[in-house]
């Protein structure tokens, strides 16, 4: 049976029925990684500040149907919401498609 596929995606949930902290969030997103390889690996946490709003960095690496790749994810949780906003890469790749998805990533604007 094929492994399903980790595609980007944003979530959000209303405070009151989820609790969502800025602790637990890499936690919640190496284990999703997880369960497409069971070997992927966290390799930076750390928080940026993006469009004045306080981001958590994840950077993690996975393989894919035998292919490794390089995930960057960013998650900002507000009083209302989280949004995890994730792109990704073959290593092979990253070098060259670093920027420009770093370009998109940090045009992450967030209204409240």
Do not use: C
Not at 10 to 29: E, F, G, H, I, L
Not at 48 to 69: C, E, M, S
């Amino acid at each position: 049976m094929p492994k399903k596929v980790w595609l980007p995606r944003v979530m959000s949930a209303d405070a009151t029925s989820v609790t969502w902290t800025m602790t637990r969030n890499p936690k919640v997103a190496i284990e999703a990684a997880r369960k497409v390889d069971p070997q992927a690996k966290l390799s930076k946490i750390e928080y940026r500040i993006i469009n004045k709003k306080k981001i958590l960095h994840l950077t993690y690496d996975a393989t894919v149907y035998g292919n490794p790749f390089v995930y960057n994810s960013y998650i900002f949780t507000g009083e209302n919401l989280t949004i995890q906003f994730i792109t990704y890469t073959t290593k092979n790749k990253l070098a060259e498609s670093e920027k420009d998805l770093f370009d998109l990533m940090n045009g992450l604007e967030v209204r409240e």
